[in-house]
C-alpha cells in the first residue's frame, strides 16, 4: 500500500535546497535533458507528418492514384470506360488524359517538361488543379486553341505570363525540304499554376483536341483515363480488379511506381529519426539515475535513521521512487509543452527566419516542396510522453532498491 510518509519525504527531498550542488546540478540537468528529448521528438515527428501530409495532398493530388491505357493503340471508347469506371463504390472520379515529353522554350531559355493533354472540365474530379490556379483560368483551353498553363517555377524560368508565347519542342523529327527539322509548335500562355511542389517546374497542360493533334491521333482518341481513390494505398489493388473486370486488354499503373519510393522514404526516415532522437530520452533517464544514486549516498544517514524508527524497506524505495518520478514527470511536461508549441508554430517560424535572412533552406528545385512543412498528431505526443513516463518511472527502480537495502548500524558507524 502506497502510504503518504514515503509521498511527504519524497516530496521534500525533491524540493529541498541540497548543500551538494553538484546533485542538485545533475538533477536539473537530467530534467532539462528529458525536457529537450521530448521536445525533439515532438518536433521531428511533427516535420515529418508534415511532409507525409504534403505528398499525399500535393504530390498526390496533382498525380493519379492510378492510370487505364490502350494496349499498343490508343482509347476510342473512352467516354463509355469512364462511366464504367466511375460505378466502382471506391473511385472518386476519372479523366482522359494524353501526355508527351518536350522541351519548352522562351525568350532563350529551354527547359524540359511533361506535357499533359486533360479535359478542364474533369479535371476537377480527379486533380487538385483547379484548386491551386494562380494566374489565368484552367477554363481558358476551352477557348484558346493551343493554350497551355504552366508550373509557376517553369513559367517563372521561362520569364513568360499569361498571354506571353512559348514554343514546345518535341522529341521527333519531320522530313522537309530543308532536310530533317524537329517538330515545333507555338503555344499562348493562359495560366499558370501552384501546388508549392517540384511538379511547379515540371508539369504542363494543354487541352486534349491540342495532345490528340500533336500525337497525330484521331478526334475522340485518348492515351488512356486517370483514376481518383478514396484511399490511395489500395490503388495497386483496385486498379487491377478494375483492368481485369473491363472488356478488352489495357496496361495500368499507379502511383506507387511513380512516386512510391518517396513515400517509403519518408516513413523509414520518421521512423529512424524516431528511433535516434530517443536515445536522448534514455540518456536523460540515464541522468535520472546517476542523480538518484548519488542522492542516496548522500541521504544515506537519513535512511538509516528511519529505518531504525520503523520505516519499511517498501516505504524508502518509494521515497526515493517520488523524488524520480518527480524530476520525470515535470521534465517530460515541460517537454511536451515546448515541443507541442513548436510544432504548431514551426513552420511560421522558419519562413520568418527565410524572410527575415534572405535564405532558403528548402529549393524545389532539390526537396519536392518549397518550405517547411508540420503537422502536430496528438497520438504521436501521447505515445512519447507515456513512454518518457515509463522510462523515467523504471530509471528509479535500481536506485530506490539500493536504498532500500542500506543496513543502519552500518550507515550510522561513523555519524
Not at 511533361?114 to 489565368?136: F, M, Q
Not at 518509494?318 to 517537454?335: E, H
Not at 496528438?378 to 532500500?404: C, G
Amino acid at each position: 500500500m502506497f502510504k503518504p510518509l514515503s509521498l511527504y519525504i519524497g516530496l521534500r527531498y525533491t524540493a529541498a535546497k541540497r548543500s551538494n550542488h553538484f546533485i542538485s546540478f545533475i538533477s536539473l540537468a537530467s530534467m532539462l535533458g528529458l525536457m529537450l528529448g521530448v521536445a525533439a521528438l515532438i518536433v521531428v515527428l511533427s516535420v515529418m507528418n508534415g511532409f507525409d501530409r504534403e505528398l499525399k495532398q500535393r504530390i498526390l493530388g496533382m498525380v493519379p492514384h492510378a492510370t487505364i491505357t490502350g494496349y499498343q493503340q490508343p482509347l476510342t471508347n473512352w467516354p463509355d470506360l469512364v462511366t464504367q469506371v466511375e460505378q466502382q463504390p471506391d473511385v472518386l472520379g476519372a479523366a482522359p488524359f494524353i501526355s508527351n515529353q518536350g522541351m519548352l522554350t522562351a525568350k532563350g531559355v529551354v527547359r524540359g517538361a511533361l506535357i499533359n493533354g486533360i479535359d478542364p472540365e474533369l479535371e476537377s474530379k480527379i486533380s487538385i488543379l483547379p484548386a491551386h490556379i494562380k494566374l489565368g483560368s484552367l477554363d481558358a483551353l476551352n477557348e484558346t486553341r493551343f493554350g497551355i498553363v504552366l508550373g509557376d517555377l517553369l513559367a517563372r524560368y521561362l520569364g513568360v505570363r499569361p498571354g506571353d508565347k512559348v514554343t514546345l519542342v518535341l522529341p521527333e523529327a519531320s522530313v522537309s525540304l530543308a532536310g530533317v527539322v524537329p517538330r515545333l509548335k507555338r503555344f499562348t500562355v493562359v495560366g499558370v499554376f501552384e501546388v508549392g511542389a517540384e511538379l511547379d517546374a515540371s508539369l504542363a497542360y494543354i487541352h486534349l483536341r491540342d495532345a490528340a493533334a500533336l500525337k497525330r491521333m484521331e478526334e475522340g482518341e485518348v492515351e488512356g483515363i486517370r483514376l481518383q481513390f478514396e484511399d490511395l494505398f489500395q490503388a495497386a489493388k483496385r486498379v487491377k480488379e478494375i483492368a481485369i473486370g473491363l472488356d478488352g486488354k489495357f496496361r495500368i499503373s499507379d502511383w506507387t511506381r511513380t512516386h512510391g519510393n518517396l513515400f517509403h522514404a519518408i516513413q523509414l526516415e520518421k521512423r529512424m529519426i524516431g528511433l535516434l532522437l530517443f536515445l536522448i530520452v534514455l540518456v536523460a533517464a540515464f541522468n535520472i539515475v546517476s542523480t538518484l544514486v548519488m542522492v542516496v549516498t548522500d541521504k544515506k544517514s537519513d535512511v538509516a535513521i528511519l529505518r531504525t524508527m520503523g520505516a519499511t524497506a517498501g516505504q524508502i524505495m518509494r521515497i526515493f521512487m517520488v523524488q524520480g518520478t518527480v524530476i520525470g514527470v515535470m521534465g517530460t511536461l515541460l517537454g511536451v509543452l515546448l515541443g507541442v508549441t513548436l510544432g504548431l508554430t514551426i513552420s511560421d517560424l522558419i519562413a520568418w527566419v527565410e524572410h527575415t535572412l534572405g535564405i532558403q533552406f528548402l529549393n524545389a528545385d532539390v526537396y519536392f516542396i518549397s518550405y517547411l512543412p508540420s503537422e502536430l498528431q496528438w497520438r504521436d505526443v501521447t505515445v512519447i510522453a507515456l513512454a518518457s513516463l515509463l522510462i523515467s518511472f523504471l530509471a528509479t527502480l535500481y536506485p530506490s532498491w539500493r536504498a532500500a537495502k542500506t543496513e543502519p548500524a552500518e550507515a550510522l558507524r561513523y555519524e
